[in-house]
């Protein structure tokens, strides 16, 4: 370790006085000091965001090997992340099992001491994951950082009842012929606002994220080097122009996403469809409730198969119980594990036999009117080329792009200026 | 225990020469009790001081002369991330929203209290401890609920800030949108909670104003305006000053609201029309993880800031009232 924990410490107290946090950071209970000691917890805590579909599971594991299990829950990755961070330099704190999102993974890649090599602690599993998911969750320096839990594939969320009375087709195979392409996707939105005079989608950078991750293979904000290219890149360029074609097109209900008033959106009808990777369905269903379910349908995204999102499961180097963590990491990702999440959230098995898995293939989602989200998702899986997202990914996506795209969809930046912002701010984002 | 108590011989002999060991000893430990034991009692919070106060400020210090990766190397830098926040454009304009957000939610704030302190200092008044037990009830919300509260009433789509206005006719205000509805909307939340607060210091200070002072200017004929104009406000000056001098510590390191009110980001708004200092030393040193010697920077310039201010206040404070 580069530096020692004494003055990881220090920079911990100064920086948590600093910063004047109200939050407290006394929850390092049990987790003080690190390295594995090999001995069999009390209790193990597992930190995840977002809706991970693991209620169920861990109190399986309890069950099974008598080993209590902490589920700690945080809604919003941009909340999570802090948390995670805050614990690495303070070197206390940290779950057992943290739950990384393809975003930090990417930064946390940049000091992997971290991180436990989880490939002697669960053996072999290169094979039982899709293969570009598993190399994905490798530092450079080789360690396994993650075991894979989900992937995002694309699908497009859209209210049947809001369809019906714009007179468009409600049916999921027909609403997906609507829009081969995000051109024809454009003109299904400006029907249903000539219809309804209502937005069709809640804001202009949700499709920025999925044309990004449409592009099969391609670099976005750097380079296969990790150099920043976001002012050049073909990729970027084409998901911009996409989501700026949809903002001129007046169909969004320029909403940011993850605000109060999104959350409401989806309840009081705000909009009518939205991007969906597979982990949003957890997040549609919990923000328009029971007295909307069975209003919402899953349809194909246009443009084809991409990938948004999804995480791996890491253990840090100042858990005591790496091995115990480690295996119960390998329980959460193995093949029922990754169905039952499935079922229960929406995040979108990786793992190779769960995506065989009968029950998970002909698996409905009740509250998206019976969508066999199963076979729909399953199928688009198989067809992902993943995207070269670099260290700083997320930061130059959440402070730099989606701020800029916003600001031009409300009218506060022209063209050329929000574009200006945008690789401004990447290039401070993205360093690194 | 009192000073002249040590001077004042013993009363029982000289105790040079009759002293017993026991006797000489337990003279010494009271010399030394009244020497040293004050310093012991103040020692707490001297202790404390040095190790949550002191101490991180100069580790600050230290992490701000280095680039440093918070989960990573540091390397030493001298001054270089001071000079690169001279020519900082965001930095500026991160202090440009907190002084503005700072002035427009201070001076009505102290404005409010100071009416409300003179209101609940009226002795005529009925039930006047429900009024100032009730006055004080914000404060003690967390910040943080009311951060989310009120960020829900100033929604662009349901909330009841812009049912209200509707009402008026006025179109749908998008709160965080522009500088001036957001620094509008912050201003609100921070004035909710603290005026109050203010208003209960300041009304402890008017109460410590000797009756006579009053009777003697009601003598004179003067009205209660000229009364509160010239002899409450003079009389005031100390308390005046220690609310503001408070407000502009507190002011300063806005934080909370501005990040609650727009659903966490650390931006502030998406030209950073609201983010300010502290949420940009945040940017700095927890969501780039690699730059936190720069937020050091960021964290040492707003002490200064802090400092200046503070000091400019007590100087225009003392002068405008005299």
Redesign the interface.
């Known amino acids: 370790m580069?530096?020692s924990t004494r003055r990881r410490r220090?920079?911990a107290?100064?920086?948590?006085?600093?910063?004047?946090l109200?939050t407290t950071t006394a929850c390092g209970d049990d987790n003080e000091g690190g390295g594995d000691t090999g001995a069999k917890p009390e209790k193990l805590v597992v930190d995840t965001f977002g809706e991970a579909g693991y209620e169920d599971l861990v109190k399986q594991y309890e069950q099974q090997t008598g080993i209590k299990i902490e589920l700690r829950k945080v809604a919003?990755l941009?909340?999570f992340?802090?948390r995670v961070?805050?614990s690495?330099?303070t070197g206390k704190g940290a779950a057992d099992v943290i739950m990384l999102e393809e975003g930090i993974l990417n930064?946390?890649k940049?000091?992997p001491n971290?991180w436990v090599d989880l490939a002697p602690l669960v053996g072999d599993l290169s094979k039982d994951y899709l293969s570009w998911k598993y190399e994905l969750g490798k530092a450079p320096d080789g360690r396994l950082m993650g075991v894979p839990t989900d992937v995002g594939s694309l699908g497009i969320c859209y209210r049947t009842d809001l369809f019906k009375a714009a007179n468009l087709p409600t049916d999921r195979e027909q609403v997906s012929a609507l829009w081969p392409t995000w051109d024809k996707f454009i003109e299904t939105g400006k029907q249903y606002k000539q219809a309804t005079g209502k937005a069709f989608v809640d804001s202009d950078t949700m499709a920025v994220n999925a044309v990004m991750f449409q592009q099969k293979g391609a670099d976005l904000f750097f380079d296969k080097e990790d150099k920043m290219i976001a002012d050049t890149s073909p990729a970027v360029k084409a998901a911009w122009d996409q989501a700026i074609a949809l903002a001129d097109a007046g169909i969004t209900a320029?909403?940011?996403t993850?605000?109060?008033?999104w959350n409401?959106?989806f309840k009081?009808g705000?909009f009518a469809a939205t991007a969906c990777p597979s982990w949003m369905l957890g997040i549609v269903e919990s923000n328009s409730g029971p007295e909307n379910a069975g209003k919402w349908d899953l349809a194909a995204v246009p443009g084809g198969a991409g990938n948004w999102g999804g995480s791996w499961l890491g253990v840090p180097t100042q858990s005591k119980y790496q091995t115990e963590a480690a295996k119960l990491a390998a329980f959460l990702t193995n093949t029922a594990g990754q169905v039952a999440a499935f079922k229960k959230s929406g995040p979108l098995p990786t793992n190779l036999k769960a995506l065989e898995d009968p029950s998970f293939i002909s698996y409905t989602n009740k509250y998206f009117s019976d969508a066999p989200t199963g076979k729909i998702f399953g199928e688009s899986v198989q067809a992902i080329v993943p995207t070269h997202l670099g260290p700083k990914h997320q930061?130059v996506k959440?402070?730099a792009m989606e701020?800029?795209l916003?600001?031009y969809e409300?009218g506060?930046?022209d063209k050329a200026k929000a574009w200006e912002?945008f690789t401004k701010d990447a290039a401070t984002?993205g360093?690194? | 225990m009192s000073v002249s108590a040590t001077k004042a011989p013993p009363s029982r002999g000289a105790p040079a020469k009759h002293a017993s060991p026991g006797r000489r000893a337990r003279y010494r430990f009271a010399r030394w009790d009244l020497k040293y034991s004050p310093y012991l009692y103040i020692a707490p919070f001297f202790v404390l001081f040095g190790i949550f106060g002191l101490y991180p400020m100069v580790w600050t210090f230290w992490m701000s002369l280095h680039d440093w990766d918070l989960v990573g190397t540091h390397t030493f830098i001298g001054l270089e991330n001071y000079t690169a926040l001279l020519s900082d454009d965001y930095f500026w304009n991160a202090v440009r929203n907190t002084f503005g957000m700072f002035v427009l939610a201070t001076v009505p704030q102290l404005a409010l209290a100071l009416f409300l302190a003179n209101l609940l200092n009226r002795p005529l008044l009925r039930a006047r401890t429900f009024f100032r037990m009730i006055i004080f009830v914000p404060n003690v919300v967390s910040v943080a609920a009311v951060a989310i509260v009120f960020g829900m009433l100033f929604q662009r789509d349901f909330g009841v800030v812009n049912w209200f206005l509707s009402l008026f006719g006025v179109d749908a205000i998008d709160w965080r949108r522009e500088w001036w509805t957001s620094w509008t909307a912050i201003s609100v939340m921070v004035d909710w909670r603290w005026t109050g607060y203010n208003t209960l210091i300041l009304l402890a200070g008017m109460q410590a104003i000797p009756r006579d002072l009053y009777e003697a200017a009601a003598m004179d004929g003067a009205s209660a305006w000229r009364q509160f104009w010239n002899v409450t406000l003079p009389m005031l000056r100390p308390t005046f000053v220690f609310v503001v001098i408070l407000s502009t510590i507190g002011g300063l390191q806005l934080f909370v609201e501005p990040l609650i009110f727009n659903n966490g980001n650390i931006i502030g708004g998406t030209q950073r029309e609201f983010q300010t200092v502290q949420m940009y030393m945040f940017e700095n040193s927890i969501h780039n993880l690699s730059r936190a010697g720069y937020g050091a920077a960021v964290a040492w310039a707003l002490f200064l800031m802090i400092v200046v201010v503070s000091v400019l206040n007590f100087v225009i404070t003392r002068r405008s009232v005299k």
């Open positions: 580069s530096v220090y920079a107290v100064a920086l948590a006085t600093v910063a004047a109200a919003q941009n909340e992340r802090p961070v805050r690495l330099a930064e946390f940049l000091n971290n320029k909403i940011t993850w605000s109060p008033e409401a959106g009081q705000t930061a959440e402070n701020p800029a916003r600001a409300t506060q930046l912002q984002q360093a690194f």
